[in-house]
C-alpha cells in the first residue's frame, strides 16, 4: 500500500493512524503506518512531553506526526475564565437535571473533572507546539482549519509536512492557498467534526481542486476493499481514525463503552454538536438524544458546549451510566466488532487491500481480452 506520500514519509503503508492514545500511535507507526497523535486532550505541557517521550521510546526510528485543534485567526486576551462567564445558566441547569434524572452520581470529592476540551485555545495550542517541534516529528494535522500562517512556516523550517482537514472541496482550495502540503479530505461518515459530503464524492473532488498536492481520504474507511477504493478515486493514503478505538492498545476508560462500540451498527451514529457545539459524528445515546430533542435548550456554540458538558461527561464515563455513555465514532463502527491488535488490524488490511487490487486487475485483464 505504497504511493509517492508514503515514500516520502519513509512509511511502508500509506495508512495514516489518527488517535488520542500514545501506545496506539506508536503502534501504528512500528506496524508499517503513520501514527498521529492528537494533542487537544493536552492542557498542560508537561503532559504532551511526557506521551511524546514515551512514543519516541517506543516507535523504533519509525516516523509519526501530531495533531492539532488551531483556529487559524488569533482571538486576543480571551481566557478560560472569560468563556465560562458566557455559559448561560439555563444550560447548566439542563445539564443538572439530566444528570440527575439518569442517577449520575457527582465525582468524589478532590477528584478532578476529567478533560476539558480547551486545546482549541490560541495559547494552548501554541504550547503544545514548543513542545512538539523538540520532537522529530514528520506531520502537523490540524483538525480546524489552516493553521496560522507562521505555524506553518516554523514547521517548514523544521521541514515538518502540515496537513489539515476539509469537508469540502472549497476548503480543501483554501488549505492549498494557504501553503499546506496534505489535505485530508473528510466525509461525512467520519468521527469527531466532519462536514456533510460522503467519502466517495468527497475525495475525487478535492483531489482535482488540489492537484498536485498529496490527499488523504478520510470517513468510513475500516477495510483494505476501502483503501484500494480510496486510491483509485485518486488520494495518496487514507486517513483511519474510529477504527483504532477497539484495538488492545487503545486506553478508552469504560469496559462498558467498549461493549457498545462492539455491539454499535453503522446506523448507530449521529451527527450531533452535543459534545463541542459543532457538528460530531458519535454514538447515538439518551445524552445526544437530549441535546437534539427540540424542546430542549439546544447545544451551544463551539466551545461553550465543550466547556459546560466536561464534567458531565467525565461523571458519565467514571460511573458508566450506559444510556448516557457515548464516544466520538465514524459509521465505520458497524465493522468494529472484535478487540485485535493494531499489528492485527494492520494484517487484515494489507490482506484485502491484495485481494482488491487483485479483483480489479483481473476484471481490467478480462476486459482487455474482450
Do not use: C
Amino acid at each position: 500500500m505504497q504511493t509517492e506520500l508514503s515514500k516520502t514519509l519513509g512509511v511502508e503503508h500509506a495508512v495514516f493512524g489518527f488517535t488520542p492514545f500514545p501506545a496506539v500511535a506508536a503502534a501504528i507507526s512500528r506496524a508499517g503506518g503513520f501514527g498521529v497523535l492528537g494533542a487537544v486532550r493536552y492542557t498542560a505541557p508537561d503532559e504532551l512531553k511526557r506521551d511524546l517521550d514515551w512514543i519516541e521510546a517506543h516507535v523504533d526510528g519509525t516516523p509519526y506526526g501530531l495533531d492539532v485543534v488551531m483556529p487559524a485567526k488569533k482571538v486576543e486576551g480571551v481566557t478560560e475564565a472569560d468563556v465560562e462567564a458566557m455559559i448561560p445558566e439555563s444550560h447548566r441547569q439542563f445539564v443538572k437535571d439530566t444528570l440527575t434524572r439518569y442517577g449520575v452520581p457527582e465525582l468524589a470529592e478532590g477528584e478532578a473533572s476529567g478533560w476539558r476540551i480547551t486545546g482549541w485555545m490560541e495559547q494552548v495550542a501554541r504550547t503544545q507546539l514548543d513542545v512538539a517541534f523538540d520532537y522529530p516529528i514528520k506531520l502537523l494535522a490540524n483538525a480546524l482549519g489552516s493553521p496560522p500562517a507562521d505555524v506553518i512556516d516554523r514547521a517548514h523550517e523544521q521541514d515538518v509536512l502540515v496537513a489539515a482537514l476539509a469537508g469540502s472541496a472549497r476548503h480543501a482550495r483554501k488549505h492549498a492557498d494557504a501553503g499546506i502540503d496534505i489535505v485530508v479530505a473528510q466525509g461525512y461518515e467520519a468521527g469527531g467534526h466532519t462536514g456533510e459530503i460522503a467519502s466517495m464524492v468527497l475525495t475525487p473532488e478535492v483531489v482535482d481542486a488540489v492537484d498536485p498536492l498529496p490527499v488523504l481520504a478520510a470517513g468510513g474507511i475500516g477495510s483494505g476493499r476501502q483503501v484500494a477504493a480510496a486510491l483509485a478515486l485518486g488520494a495518496q493514503g487514507v486517513w483511519l481514525g474510529s477504527l483504532w478505538l477497539t484495538t488492545t492498545e487503545a486506553e478508552l476508560p469504560s469496559p462498558r463503552l467498549i461493549e457498545k462500540l462492539l455491539a454499535a451498527g453503522s446506523g448507530d451514529t449521529v451527527r450531533s454538536r452535543a459534545l463541542t457545539g459543532k457538528p460530531a459524528r458519535q454514538l447515538r445515546t439518551e445524552w445526544t438524544d437530549a441535546w437534539d430533542d427540540p424542546d430542549g435548550p439546544g447545544a451551544l456554540p463551539m466551545p461553550l458546549q465543550g466547556l459546560l458538558v466536561a464534567e458531565a461527561v467525565s461523571r458519565i464515563q467514571t460511573y458508566e451510566v450506559e444510556p448516557l455513555l457515548g464516544t466520538p465514532v465514524g459509521q465505520i463502527v458497524g465493522r468494529m466488532n472484535s478487540q485485535r491488535s493494531v499489528q492485527a488490524v494492520f494484517d487484515d488490511l494489507t490482506r484485502g487491500f491484495e485481494k482488491a487490487v487483485d479483483r480489479v486487475n483481473r476484471i481490467a485483464g478480462r476486459s482487455a481480452e474482450q
